[in-house]
């Protein structure tokens, strides 16, 4: 069985969420997607945040290093949480 390294990184709001700030995270996403470092993305059901999964990435520093650039971390609306992920 091959496995592969993904990084799953978690969004969750703090209280007092700015909505404005999803459209520049969902640009940043986008350029992600361009770029072919993101494999999906989505929001939680009970709109408590969401997660994404970044793929071709060296290293767990480096997708640390791509997350903090994200418009929620910028801004401050969410904590972002990454986790090196072994999928099979």
């Known amino acids: 069985m091959t496995t592969t390294v993904r990084y799953l990184v978690m969004a969750m709001r703090r209280p007092g969420f700015d909505a404005a700030v999803?459209?520049?995270h969902r640009a940043f996403l986008e350029?992600?997607?361009?770029?072919?470092l993101l494999d999906m993305a989505g929001g939680f059901a009970d709109g408590s945040g969401g997660a994404y999964?970044?793929?071709n990435i060296e290293s767990l520093a480096q997708?640390?290093?791509i997350v903090a650039?994200?418009?929620?971390v910028l801004?401050?609306?969410s904590?972002?949480?990454v986790r090196a992920w072994h999928v099979h």
């Open 53 to 55: 999964v970044l793929r």
């Open 75 to 77: 801004q401050g609306a």
């Open 69 to 72: 650039t994200d418009p929620l």
């Open 31 to 36: 350029d992600l997607r361009t770029r072919g």
């Open 22 to 24: 999803i459209a520049p």
């Open 63 to 65: 997708a640390q290093a």
């Open 79 to 81: 904590d972002l949480t």
